[in-house]
């Protein structure tokens, strides 16, 4: 066998050698192209967001837009007015002629008025006695109608008939019911007495109670059916095989689900009791004296009746600001401000 020469040894050594830049130049290309996709890719992510971002403004133009009319609407019908009512509070006019600046006059008179001071704490009164009363009942007829009862349909069609009629013909109904002299008390004297419900504070304020709940439960009551049909039917399911009963699934389900539908019927019911007005005046007119001569009811007699506007747009504005402050710390007692939702703490 005889030894290669030279040449081929040359030759094999160019050969290895050009193969190995081959391959070398082979890499180098490969790397770059996959730093060119790699850069590539990361312009694309950093791009992305921006792109994303600019899609989600897109979309939430179109939600200003649906919501501009309700803004309009609600600032010509309520911030309007309501700026109307803060300046007349400001002034002294009985209807006629121009209005005239008189400071805080009005104000000052109205914090030393003591049937004003009684009659906020009148209305505040009668509004926590109507959520006392409305709540539960509220609660456990909704909840009731949202059950799978046989009839269910029918008999909360006909409880929620005193929805449908108006204050006037709910006051009027109950006025004649509770007549001292035709009406239910007259017939039956060893229940109320002299009959007269309307000649005592106590019983006064009871009718206007019961009146406001006779009529004003259903609506609360169509709130928690909502809600507790909203209630996902696995957690009852659940509790079930835990061998929870239909109590303690109402009080450890249904209730903690209810909690955004109980601060918002709560609401309801503070801006309702304290703008209660014409109950009021066809029940009692304020009486008997002043003993249920409320907010609402007493700037009507200021300003209808004794024609000072000014007084009764500073009692109106004082409402709206007491309705606003009850409201809000219904809310931040409630936690309803931090909820997430609904449903908060299932998943």
Request: charged content about 10%; overall charge positive.
């Amino acid at each position: 066998m005889t030894a290669p020469g030279p040449g081929a040894t040359s030759a094999a050594t160019g050969a290895d050698s050009g193969s190995g830049s081959g391959s070398g130049s082979g890499g180098t290309r490969r790397r770059a192209l996959r730093g060119d996709r790699s850069r590539g890719g990361a312009g694309r992510g950093a791009g992305g967001p921006a792109r994303r971002s600019a899609a989600a403004r897109g979309t939430a133009r179109p939600g200003i837009g649906w919501a501009l009319p309700a803004v309009v609407f609600f600032g010509l019908f309520a911030l309007v007015p309501l700026v109307m009512v803060a300046v007349l509070s400001f002034t002294s006019w009985s209807g006629l002629g121009s209005p005239s600046f008189a400071g805080l006059t009005n104000w000052t008179k109205l914090f030393h008025d003591p049937v004003m001071i009684q009659s906020l704490w009148l209305s505040v009164l009668l509004t926590g006695l109507g959520v006392v009363v409305q709540t539960p009942l509220s609660i456990l007829i909704g909840v009731w109608a949202a059950g799978p009862q046989r009839g269910r349909a029918v008999l909360a069609a006909v409880f929620f008939v005193p929805l449908l009629l108006s204050v006037t013909a709910v006051s009027v109904l109950w006025r004649a019911l509770l007549d001292p002299n035709f009406g239910v008390p007259a017939q039956a004297r060893w229940l109320f007495g002299d009959g007269d419900l309307f000649g005592s504070r106590t019983g006064a304020i009871g009718v206007l109670v019961l009146v406001s709940a006779w009529q004003y439960t259903p609506l609360h009551s169509l709130i928690y059916q909502g809600a507790t049909r909203a209630i996902p039917k696995v957690l009852y399911q659940a509790a079930a095989v835990d061998g929870a009963g239909r109590v303690r699934q109402f009080f450890h389900i249904t209730l903690p689900q209810l909690r955004n539908a109980i601060v918002t019927s709560v609401i309801l019911m503070v801006v309702g009791g304290l703008t209660t007005f014409d109950s009021v005046l066809i029940l009692t007119q304020g009486g008997p004296g002043t003993d249920t001569t409320i907010t609402a009811f007493y700037m009507y007699e200021k300003a209808f009746k004794s024609f000072d506007y000014g007084a009764g747009a500073a009692i109106a504005l004082l409402l709206v600001v007491v309705a606003t402050a009850i409201s809000l710390v219904v809310v931040r007692l409630s936690g309803y401000d931090r909820m997430a939702g609904t449903q908060e703490g299932l998943s």
